[in-house]
């Protein structure tokens, strides 16, 4: 390094210490680690919802239904044929690889969960365990299989008869969301030098997958998502390379292109969902599900930590949620400023996911370079990371849905949280229930409108990048023995959960003491 760069490099270090160590003593500089996980408002018990409450499981279709021509299926196809199969542990995909994939069969690959032959039992249990709704995905791919149909496919839409049918015949309210992660394959042909969303005809082609879905299923689920964790697809597919098309690009602004497109996919989606709606007199609520991290600095006493955590946390959380409310995509940390018609005011609630605290570690001369830790490695005993590392957080849930009611003043579902743990006695599982169930009792309290709560999720399913090792489900499946399915205990909690509509005493007292105030 020469030396008029090494001065430059100290001088700037210089200047930004001069401005960020005054900064630190003003309590409200940047985002603060807080102390401990969990709440220590204690109320009295029982912890009950109001009536009415959805209580359920979200899936997705790629992760549990038989593999379509999709994305996926070709990043998939591509893992095996030049055995890009990740071996290190669990929750450390690198670009282009799925974790172990080879260790499960063909069969398992393309069946993921052997749902397609057991919509009618599976839906069966969810309503033995007494759960009232059920989010899943439609997949586009099933539906328009070819680029040139104009027309679905009818048997993917039959498939999906058989789905609602069944949801109907157990009462299980359907949450159904359009997109989630995955598209068709000749979505990334070429055309004019663009792929996917960035096509000129994208949103054409989107707007005929969503208008099918709306002639054959409006009217028959309320609750809809257009879009699954926008943020996530954004981040995994063109910066980290971890998801279709697993792209490295320059840094956030050049997910511009993409997250424009996805926002105004959502708006056309809110729009022909709600005129169908008022044609048919029958009210629906369309938002997102927007991934939500409690993103806190890993040193308090460092400005840098904490300034680089709140910087995140709006861009990664809040700017495209706040989007969805001003009809502007206003981001310092991507560089734009666009605002985009018919976009403002679509969203009639708040989706959330959550799966709790990353960790910032900034870099004083290189502040780009920052690193987002999936744990503490000095505070494991307190943040319990699960088998993909993840710090527990359930705190953080009470604050994100306490932030989300105070920006946007609109009802909230949690639309998925849960964990990895693949015991069958599911221990971290059952815990995690009972912890975040109490965070969102607080919530409530505080004032927020909470309308229901989905686990991710009634089984376990293909987990993306880190493929069937992670293990989210209530219920085991066993993929060396036809997918036998096998509730963990964690279900049978979540149905005593869900026949008091809350927490009972004894159950509170059980996962105690908890923290004083
Ligand atoms: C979320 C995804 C969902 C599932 C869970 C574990 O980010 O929306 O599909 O993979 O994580």
Redesign the pocket.
């Known amino acids: 390094m020469g030396t008029s760069l090494r001065r430059k490099l100290i001088l700037s270090a210089l200047g930004l210490s001069a401005v960020l160590v005054p900064a630190l003593t003003i309590p409200w500089f940047g985002a603060r680690r807080l102390p401990g996980t969990r709440s220590s408002t204690n109320l009295p018990a029982p912890y009950l919802f109001p009536p009415g409450f959805l209580w359920g499981t ?1 899936t ?1 279709a790629y ?1 549990i239904e038989d593999t379509q021509d999709d994305d996926w299926a070709a990043f998939e196809r591509d893992v095996v044929a030049h055995h890009r199969v990740e071996h290190r542990a669990p929750g450390q995909a690198q670009p282009g690889h799925i974790h172990k994939l080879t260790d499960f069969s063909e069969e398992v690959r393309l069946k993921k969960t052997d749902f397609d032959a057991r919509i009618e039992s599976d839906l069966a249990m969810a309503a033995a365990m007494k759960h009232s709704s059920y989010r899943f995905s439609i997949s586009w791919s099933r539906l328009f299989p070819r680029q040139e149909m104009t027309e679905p496919d009818p048997a993917g839409i039959a498939y999906y008869q058989r789905i609602f049918a069944a949801l109907d015949q157990h009462r299980l309210k359907p949450a159904v969301t359009l997109f ?2 995955v598209s068709p394959s000749w979505f990334w042909q070429e055309q004019g030098g663009k792929r996917g969303w960035e096509r000129a005809d994208a949103l054409l082609h989107f707007e005929r997958f969503v208008a099918a879905v709306v002639k054959h299923f409006g009217g028959r689920a309320e609750l809809w998502c257009t879009l ?2 926008p943020m ?1 697809y954004a981040y995994a597919g063109y910066l980290d390379g971890t998801f279709p098309p697993l792209e490295k690009r320059s840094g956030p602004p050049a997910l511009v292109p993409v997250l424009s497109q996805l926002l105004r996919a959502h708006a056309l989606a809110y729009r022909l969902l709600k005129e169908d709606a008022a044609r048919r007199g029958k009210p629906v609520q369309v938002g997102i ?1 927007q ?1 939500v991290r409690a993103f806190q600095p890993l040193r308090n006493h460092h400005p840098l930590d904490r300034l680089t955590a709140q910087i995140i946390d709006q861009a990664f959380v809040w700017d495209f949620l706040d989007a969805l409310h001003s009809g502007q995509l206003r981001s310092k940390v991507m560089n734009v400023d666009l605002s985009i018609p018919g976009l403002a005011g679509t969203q009639d609630y708040v989706g959330l ?1 959550y ?1 709790g605290r990353f960790y910032v570690k900034s870099n004083l001369l290189r502040p780009t370079k920052f690193e987002v830790l999936m744990h503490d490695p000095n505070n494991v005993a307190e943040d319990k990371p699960n088998e993909l590392g993840w710090a527990s957080y359930p705190e953080g849930f009470r604050l994100a849905l306490l932030k989300a009611h105070q920006r946007y003043h609109l009802p909230l579902y949690v639309l ?1 949280n ?1 964990t ?1 743990d693949s015991k069958l006695e599911d221990s971290d599982r059952q815990r995690l229930l009972v912890e975040h169930l109490r965070e969102m009792y607080l919530a409530q309290q505080q004032g927020v409108d909470v309308r229901g709560y989905f686990h ?2 009634l089984f376990d399913n293909f ?2 990048a880190e493929g069937f090792t ?1 293990r ?1 489900g209530l219920t085991h499946i066993d993929y060396q023995n036809h997918f036998h399915r096998t509730p963990r205990p964690s279900a049978a909690l979540y149905t005593r959960i869900i026949e008091n509509n809350g927490l009972d005493a004894a159950l509170l007292s059980q996962y105690g003491p908890w923290p004083q105030p």
């Open positions: 979200a997705a992760q989630h992660f699954n964790e996530v599900a991934h996911n799966y998925e849960g990895a991710w999720s987990e993306w992670a989210f």
